[in-house]
């Protein structure tokens, strides 16, 4: 088993974790300040959202010069001293890789702008058809995916405007990400996070087919050249470090998700972040109307846990809303959360968990437009009004559905725990409740509970390596085996607000529940047990 299976990850928006000089903005000394608490929880690697300069278009996923680092969060030394300093507490990092696209302030772009530029082929440029753009395609923040050059020429960008795409026939192409990728793992990373990994090779520039959103897909996602391309990196450069991948695959089945992975003589990534349980909620598109529907979440999570040899599980990052505020409840706040930390850390895979999610961090609660600072976010909103939808339902969709609702900045206490300046994204007010200072000394915490529930993953073997053996995924219940030789982990969850009867042997012994231990029979709302199953039971 490669030895990052046994640990635990976690994911930090460097921008929002935490600010060491004042200024409002997360960098990487406060994240060295914070590595002792990293440890606490009991985590083993960490992905870091980008660092490197960036005009910040996109805060980071828009790179202007992937081999340095953005002044706002420190220096190269700081970025050493931090890989130092984790290594010194087992703690190992993961830098986030776009290779899709480049920030246009990239010296690539710039190059590229001139026709007669070796770099010109680095990118898309395309004259217009007519008065028309190149195609038709449609961009993943809801624009048109053609944007104008000055000479009347225009750049292909499946992102914002300032994201150019690069072109992966180009036959520099492979060799620049080579440098990039050996720079850094010469720096004594452990791996790689690979931003929107399918959807790099473009196999033409025709129109695409009818769709409602996203027209132009069938060309390049997950394309025969891209498994190529991942097929390389793989065994010419990550191999030889011992280093693994971890795909943000976007829009796949477990079929194409096992694709991605490749097989054994042709290895792709080690694991891939899918999104067919995210849109468990949704309708259409993300953005109109979502309720979520707890047994058609389970009954994804246990088609992917079946499918795929190993999962990269995760219910929140930092572009999608709050995991307790979207499947949990607000009146069930400490039970809700503690209930869902417990199905991702012991589902089979790694889990990923992402800064606030174990103190209970909740969606953003913002009153304007303008206390919001995501692209997506701004896009969507623009796009909605011409679309003529009402201000009230716009109003709703950026509440739900927003980026920023997972970006606001990290709660350590009731005040200035993030920064002594004035944060660059408005703190939830709800700091005051739910923050780190207070839940590290209460030992009925979220924080607590998510410290136990690592220790638990880490002592028995069936919870990492052991089979998945699904048994209950119905009115709002989900329950499992994990079995390794003569190990037998049952774990009961109750994902709604009702008291419910589950006819399950439930006898053994309890290693953790998120409620006093008085019912015995019924579960209560939200309530979650793991419970070794006694040997002569198994
Ligand atoms: O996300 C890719 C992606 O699919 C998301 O843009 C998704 O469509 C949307 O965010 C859901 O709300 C990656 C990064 O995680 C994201 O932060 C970047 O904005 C994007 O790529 C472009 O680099
Ligand atoms: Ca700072």
Not at 89 to 107: E, K
Not at 389 to 395: D, G, L, N, Q, V
Not at 431 to 446: L, M, R, Y
Request: charged content about 25%.
């Amino acid at each position: 088993m490669q030895a990052f299976k046994q640990g635990v990850f976690y994911q930090i928006y460097p921008r929002s974790f935490k600010d060491s000089n004042g200024d409002g903005i997360g960098d990487i000394r406060g994240i060295i300040q914070k590595l002792d608490y990293l440890v606490s929880l009991g985590i083993k690697y960490v992905w870091l959202s980008p660092v490197y300069a960036s005009p910040n278009v996109d805060f980071g996923y828009d790179i202007s010069d992937y081999l340095s680092i953005n002044p706002e969060y420190g220096t190269m030394a700081d970025m050493e001293q931090l890989i130092k300093e984790g290594k010194k507490r087992g703690i190992h990092f993961v830098m986030d890789l776009v290779m899709n696209h480049t920030s246009s302030d990239h010296a690539w772009f710039k190059a590229s702008l001139d026709p007669n530029s070796p770099y010109r082929d680095y990118y898309y440029h395309r004259p217009g058809k007519g008065k028309k753009l190149p195609n038709n395609w449609t961009s993943f923040f809801g624009e048109k995916a053609w944007s104008k050059n000055e000479d009347g020429t225009y750049y292909l960008h499946l992102f914002a405007q300032n994201q150019p795409d690069l072109n992966w026939d180009h036959p520099n192409m492979y060799n620049e990400f080579k440098h990039i990728i050996e720079f850094w793992l010469k720096k004594g990373i452990a791996g790689f996070r690979c931003d929107v990994v399918n959807v790099m090779y473009k196999t033409s520039l025709d129109n695409g087919k009818p769709r409602l959103f996203l027209k132009g897909l069938e060309k390049y996602h997950s394309t025969q050249k891209n498994h190529e391309i991942l097929r390389r990196i793989r065994k010419e450069l990550i191999q030889p470090y011992g280093a693994f991948l971890v795909g943000e695959t976007v829009m796949v089945n477990t079929q194409q998700a096992n694709d991605l992975l490749g097989n054994e003589s042709e290895k792709e990534l080690d694991m891939v972040f899918g999104f067919e349980h995210m849109d468990a909620d949704q309708f259409l598109v993300k953005w109109f109307k979502r309720k979520f529907n707890p047994d058609k979440f389970n009954r994804i999570l246990i088609q992917w846990q079946k499918d795929l040899p190993w999962n990269a599980n995760y219910f929140e990052n930092h572009d999608q809303p709050r995991s307790v505020s979207r499947y949990g409840s607000a009146h069930y706040h400490k039970e809700s959360a503690k209930m869902l930390s417990t199905v991702l850390l012991t589902l089979k895979g790694s889990p990923f968990i992402y800064q606030g999610q174990e103190i209970g961090m909740t969606n953003v609660d913002y009153k304007s437009l303008d206390e919001y600072m995501d692209v997506e976010t701004k896009n969507i909103w623009a796009l909605a009004k011409q679309l003529w939808i009402p201000k009230f339902y716009r109003w709703h969709m950026i509440k739900t559905v927003s980026r920023d609702n997972a970006r606001s900045p990290m709660q350590w206490d009731s005040m200035g725990g993030f920064s002594t300046g004035k944060p660059w994204l408005r703190i939830n007010h709800n700091q005051k409740k739910i923050n780190v200072a207070i839940q590290e000394n209460d030992g009925d915490s979220i924080l607590s509970y998510y410290k136990r529930l690592i220790k638990i993953r880490q002592q028995h073997p069936a919870l990492i390596e052991g089979d998945f053996v699904p048994l209950i995924a119905k009115k709002g219940l989900f329950a499992y085996h994990r079995v390794l030789n003569n190990q037998k982990i049952l774990v009961v969850l109750n994902m709604s607000t009702k008291y419910r009867k589950i006819k399950l042997n439930m006898d053994g012994e309890i290693l953790l529940q998120n409620y006093p231990p008085m019912e015995m029979k019924r579960l209560r709302p939200y309530e979650a047990r793991v419970i070794e199953v006694t040997h002569d039971q198994v």
